[in-house]
């Protein structure tokens, strides 16, 4: 015996390719035995990853050589998870996003101003996971009716709710002009399409909705609008929103993204999901994206709960269905809060999950064909103000709507595992490569994401499908989820036996090419 074994050994010396083949190749990371999900192609098999510089080099049926191997046996290995309405835009709202699966974190819905400003201070702070933003309509008409200079700070914005004047009325054409240069210089500074916040600015001439979405059209790039209108009653309905969304497609050739479209249609899905899904059936370039919540979260001040009848207009609700800092108020507090602090952030629950027509109703939003999960999460906040980003882990008392940590776990956990109203394939071209693939045409950065595939870039979860869950609720939202053992962004490993480390910030900015 020990003859043969010196025999063997001295023929593998020999041959040295016996051992290793000339082929062969150690990757900084391998994935083995993980079920590999990849919506494009439709694969879902027990495959191997090799990953090196950050991106997929392989996918593999047999076993591979890595630096660091990572046994995915059990797990799900799915392209990362693509937020297109990520309103958290620091260090410690995107780890928290992370512990849900999420390595792209994009605001899109309101987007941002100064736009350099945005992305110089990103790359300079350095981000965990991968950013960008649009161009922020809102801010330009902000600045052009109070002449002042925008910023790129969401505290700023809730500010300007306190001035009605750029909420309700109709600009001059000088108006409109300084509007669409601001526009055009977010562009040309890399924004990724128009995020229009009309729904804040109802008094917003239709021209003017008309012109931005026009401009969009002709530089190439997308809208992303809440709607104008937020109301169950005509006119000013919901349906009459998102008809004039609709109506910009058509009229411009625009390709128009509808945010949340959940809160936006109220009770009313049942009248606008139709309308949606025909002008999509006559080629009309109309997207929609929906989280799973019956509640939103918005300024209190926000031009939508004021005006005639504006409680019935959102469904019926009173003081109660206000939430701030996870406490139901009174009559005297909303008041108090309208007329004295505007900019407070509250959840509004529109819908009523325990009523079955009311979960009928958010189902017809989440699950609309070829729609798209988006969380609209925001900040942290403890007493009103926002958590230091570079806070870890988030305190226990801090404060946002539970969509901040949860979305894309509450997803997975019950409309896959527990309700099985979608399969995984269907399930992570929702959360991947659906928004990836919405943005592409305009960001050609967005063909390498959502997919796991040779070249892609290396963003990539390793979660349990049996394990998945949200723990975030309206009255303790500072909890992170759980099920996703591995968050791998750019190659580098961030969330690590499901441990954030907080010692790498991988995340890389997405930027549009300027056309």
């Not at 869950?469 to 968050?487: E, H, I, L, M």
């Amino acid at each position: 015996m020990k003859y043969i074994g010196r025999f063997i050994a001295a023929s593998i010396i020999a041959l040295g390719t016996f051992a290793l083949p000339a082929h062969a190749e150690t990757y900084d990371i391998v994935i083995t035995n993980g079920r590999v999900v990849d919506p494009e192609t439709g694969l879902d098999a027990v495959r191997s990853l090799g990953i090196t510089d950050g991106k997929i080099m392989v996918v593999s049926e047999s076993a591979l050589d890595g630096a660091r191997t990572i046994d995915a046996t059990g797990r799900v290995v799915s392209p990362g998870f693509i937020d297109m309405h990520a309103h958290g835009q620091d260090i410690l709202s995107a780890r928290m996003q992370a512990l849900d699966g999420v390595t792209t974190g994009l605001e899109l819905e309101a987007g941002m101003m100064p736009i350099s400003n945005y992305y110089d201070r990103a790359a300079e702070e350095g981000r965990p996971i991968n950013y960008g933003a649009s161009v922020n309509w809102a801010h330009a008409r902000i600045a052009t009716f109070l002449d002042i200079e925008p910023e790129d700070d969401v505290e700023w914005f809730f500010e300007a709710f306190a001035k009605t004047n750029w909420q309700e009325e109709v600009a001059t054409p000088e108006q409109l002009e300084k509007i669409e240069a601001y526009v055009e210089k977010g562009l040309d500074e890399g924004g990724l399409g128009v995020g229009i916040l009309i729904g804040y600015a109802p008094g917003t001439g239709h021209k003017e909705f008309f012109a931005v979405n026009k401009l969009a059209a002709e530089r190439g790039v997308p809208t992303f609008t809440h709607a104008r209108y937020l109301s169950m009653l005509e006119p000013k309905s919901s349906f009459e929103g998102l008809a004039e969304v609709v109506t910009a497609a058509a009229g411009t050739g625009a390709h128009t993204h509808i945010v949340h479209l959940n809160s936006m249609s109220l009770r009313d899905i049942e009248l606008i999901a139709p309308m949606i899904r025909k002008a999509q059936d006559q080629g009309l370039k109309v997207t929609t994206e929906a989280y799973p919540y019956g509640a939103g979260s918005t300024g209190i001040g926000a031009a939508m709960f004021r005006g005639d009848r504006w409680r019935e207009r959102v469904g019926g609700v009173d003081a109660s269905s206000f939430d701030v800092g996870g406490k139901r108020l009174t009559e005297e507090e909303l008041k108090y809060y309208q007329t004295e602090k505007p900019e407070t952030q509250t959840v509004i629950h529109f819908l009523e999950l325990d009523d079955p027509k009311d979960r009928a109703f958010l189902d017809m939003s989440v699950l609309f064909p070829g729609g798209v999960i988006a969380s609209d999460g925001g900040n942290w906040l403890v007493d009103g103000k926002m958590v230091d980003q570079n806070t870890w882990p988030v305190p226990e008392n801090a404060w946002s709507h539970p969509r901040s940590a949860g979305t894309y776990s509450r997803f997975l956990r019950s409309y896959v595992r527990e309700g099985g109203e979608v399969s995984l394939l269907d399930a992570i071209t929702r959360l991947s490569y659906g928004p990836a693939k919405i943005m592409q045409d305009a960001v050609p950065q967005m063909k390498l994401k959502g997919r796991i595939q040779k070249g892609a870039d290396a963003d990539i979860v390793i979660f349990d499908l049996d394990r998945v869950a949200d723990k975030a609720t309206y009255a303790k939202p500072a909890q992170a989820s759980v099920g996703f053992d591995y968050v791998l962004v750019n190659g580098v490993v961030l969330v690590d036996g499901g441990e954030m480390q907080t010692d790498v910030l991988p995340g890389k900015p997405v930027r549009n090419a300027v056309k």
